[in-house]
T-cell receptor
Framework: QKEVEQNSGPLSVPEGAIASLNCTYS??????FFWYRQYSGKSPELIMF????GDKEDGRFTAQLNKASQYVSLLIRDSQPSDSATYLC???????????FGTGTRLTIIP | GAGVSQSPSNKVTEKGKDVELRCDPI?????LYWYRQSLGQGLEFLIY????????KSGLPSDRFSAERTGGSVSTLTIQRTQQEDSAVYLC?????????FGPGTRLTVT
């Protein structure tokens, strides 16, 4: 059974600080990694994807992937109250189209 | 451009009735996916379409669930003889190059 694990939180971070969200996955065959943001009562919104080891930056967001450790993370710099949401980690295996999701980490930015 | 659209946004039905949920993907996206999200749970994969064919139906929970896609565009998810455990948000996503974008979802409540 493939698993994607996330700390459910809640994770509380002061406004302006760096929020760090972590995700581990069990299948070494996983090839593609995604972070979705989901506001309460809304559908998931894709915010980052990463396919290669290392860091990928997009604005205030940085995704980090370490395939050897089977670990992917999302950093949010200069956290804003609007970043308060549940963040879902998802992985896709090579040759497989479906995404396997973690249960999400609830992030709260404290003004 | 227009995103993924789903209808209805909310559906309340009596146990034992059949329901049809509709998904209209992003124009030009050849891949279409159905997931469901139960209260407090992660997203659960149901079925994947590439064009009009469904190479992966592995997530359909029972034979009461079926889906079709016509013209490589709109998809319909049908649930027959609904049960209370079918209550969830049903999410549709589409993609063209691997990144999946979600629609707003249909909230199904079975009473």
């Amino acid at each position: 059974q493939k698993e994607v694990e996330q700390n459910s939180g809640p994770l509380s971070v002061p406004e302006g600080a760096i929020a760090s969200l972590n995700c581990t996955y069990s299948d070494r065959g996983s090839q593609s990694f995604f972070w979705y943001r989901q506001y309460s009562g809304k559908s998931p919104e894709l915010i980052m994807f990463i396919y290669s080891n290392g860091d990928k930056e997009d604005g205030r967001f940085t995704a980090q992937l370490n395939k050897a450790s089977q670990y992917v993370s999302l950093l949010i710099r200069d956290s804003q109250p609007s970043d308060s949401a549940t963040y879902l980690c998802a992985v896709r295996d090579f040759g497989n189209e479906k995404l396997t999701f973690g249960t999400g980490t609830r992030l709260t930015i404290i003004p | 451009g227009a995103g993924v659209s789903q209808s209805p946004s909310n559906k309340v039905t009596e146990k034992g009735k059949d329901v049809e949920l509709r998904c209209d993907p992003i124009s030009g996206h050849t891949a279409l996916y159905w997931y469901r999200q139960s209260l407090g749970q992660g997203l659960e994969f149901l079925i994947y379409f590439q064009g009009n064919s469904a190479p992966d139906k592995s997530g359909l929970p029972s034979d009461r669930f079926s889906a079709e896609r016509t013209g490589g565009s709109v998809s319909t998810l049908t649930i027959q003889r609904t049960q209370q455990e079918d209550s969830a948000v049903y999410l549709c996503a589409s993609s063209s190059e691997g990144e999946q974008y979600f629609g707003p979802g249909t909230r199904l409540t079975v009473t």
